[in-house]
């Protein structure tokens, strides 16, 4: 079966057939769904292995599978779940079920990219356009571009550059939706790159120099954070193998995780440097 051959398959005619467990929609888009379609792979905007989908809710998300790395995919989880909690306005996501059957129906290359079991969520946002730094950004106020800022310092995020900036533009709305977090806790993080180069920068200066704004963040985050040990133990209990074989464990270091995200508490957090 090829991938033009995949594509043109209506959901009725294979995926509930491949799939009959796949009969209720989540009732809530933080719990697990299951997909029901995969209708093509994503390019635009993504750091690779991105496949847009049909949720068993008749919803269409951004899937990030086996190809994105189970790592990234518990990065990911963890993340959505604290840029909700601190208030972000991040795009729905959930738990996504991709069913044994339905990837034996896929090609090759779809297989090695999404594999089969937990994967992760985002869903599509309609209307909505890939934010141009140079003509949109002044259009998004400047306490959302606080937030944005202060928070990809928090988790540690360089992937939201002026380049490439992972937000979303609905130009009817003028309102702005996150997305793609599964590059944050980077090793290799420098204070100094991620000013140089992040999309809103320029709120630095407006945050390092209020004590009552730097007491306000303060609050959101310890508030943000009282259920990360639960997020963290359900990207244990999905996520406990690299690879579908399951011949290499993969365990989340979520101590060290926690550790990064409660230097929030230190002055250096806060000095910006």
């Given at each position: 079966?090829?991938?033009?051959?995949?594509?043109?398959?209506?959901?009725?005619?294979?995926?509930?057939?491949?799939?009959?467990?796949?009969?209720?929609?989540?009732?809530?888009?933080?719990?697990?769904?299951?997909?029901?379609?995969?209708?093509?792979?994503?390019?635009?905007?993504?750091?690779?292995?991105?496949?847009?989908?049909?949720?068993?809710?008749?919803?269409?998300?951004?899937?990030?599978?086996?190809?994105?790395?189970?790592?990234?995919?518990?990065?990911?989880?963890?993340?959505?779940?604290?840029?909700?909690?601190?208030?972000l306005p991040i795009?729905?996501?959930?738990?996504?079920?991709?069913?044994?059957?339905?990837?034996?129906?896929?090609?090759?290359?779809?297989?090695?990219?999404?594999?089969?079991?937990?994967?992760?969520?985002?869903?599509?946002?309609?209307?909505?356009?890939?934010?141009?730094?140079?003509?949109?950004?002044?259009?998004?106020?400047?306490?959302?571009?606080?937030?944005?800022?202060?928070?990809?310092?928090?988790?540690?995020?360089?992937?939201?550059?002026?380049?490439?900036?992972?937000?979303?533009?609905?130009?009817?709305?003028?309102?702005?939706?996150?997305?793609?977090?599964?590059?944050?806790?980077?090793?290799?993080?420098?204070?100094?790159?991620?000013?140089?180069?992040?999309?809103?920068?320029?709120?630095?200066?407006?945050?390092c120099t209020d004590?009552?704004?730097?007491?306000?963040?303060?609050?959101?985050?310890?508030?943000?954070?009282?259920?990360?040990?639960?997020?963290?133990?359900?990207?244990?209990?999905?996520?406990?193998?690299?690879?579908?074989?399951?011949?290499?464990?993969?365990?989340?270091?979520?101590?060290?995780?926690?550790?990064?995200?409660?230097?929030?508490?230190?002055?250096?957090?806060?000095?910006?440097?």
């Amino acid at each position: 079966m090829n991938r033009e051959h995949l594509k043109s398959l209506e959901i009725d005619q294979w995926t509930t057939a491949l799939c009959p467990q796949n009969n209720k929609g989540a009732e809530d888009l933080t719990q697990r769904i299951h997909i029901d379609e995969i209708v093509e792979e994503s390019i635009q905007g993504y750091s690779g292995g991105v496949f847009r989908c049909i949720g068993d809710n008749g919803e269409s998300y951004f899937l990030k599978g086996l190809g994105v790395g189970r790592p990234d995919l518990a990065k990911e989880w963890i993340c959505a779940n604290l840029a909700k909690a601190f208030g972000l306005p991040i795009a729905d996501f959930a738990l996504a079920e991709v069913c044994i059957t339905l990837y034996e129906a896929f090609p090759g290359d779809w297989q090695r990219k999404i594999g089969h079991g937990t994967c992760f969520a985002s869903r599509e946002v309609k209307q909505t356009q890939w934010l141009e730094p140079a003509t949109m950004a002044v259009s998004v106020p400047e306490q959302l571009q606080n937030d944005v800022l202060i928070f990809d310092r928090w988790i540690r995020n360089e992937d939201r550059t002026k380049g490439n900036p992972n937000l979303l533009w609905v130009p009817h709305l003028d309102e702005l939706v996150v997305i793609d977090h599964n590059l944050a806790f980077d090793p290799d993080f420098t204070t100094e790159s991620f000013f140089q180069h992040h999309i809103f920068a320029s709120a630095r200066k407006r945050i390092c120099t209020d004590l009552a704004t730097i007491a306000e963040y303060k609050e959101r985050m310890e508030a943000a954070l009282s259920d990360f040990h639960v997020w963290a133990e359900t990207a244990k209990n999905e996520w406990p193998w690299r690879d579908l074989e399951e011949t290499r464990e993969f365990e989340l270091d979520s101590d060290s995780l926690f550790a990064i995200l409660n230097q929030y508490t230190t002055d250096q957090f806060w000095s910006m440097t």
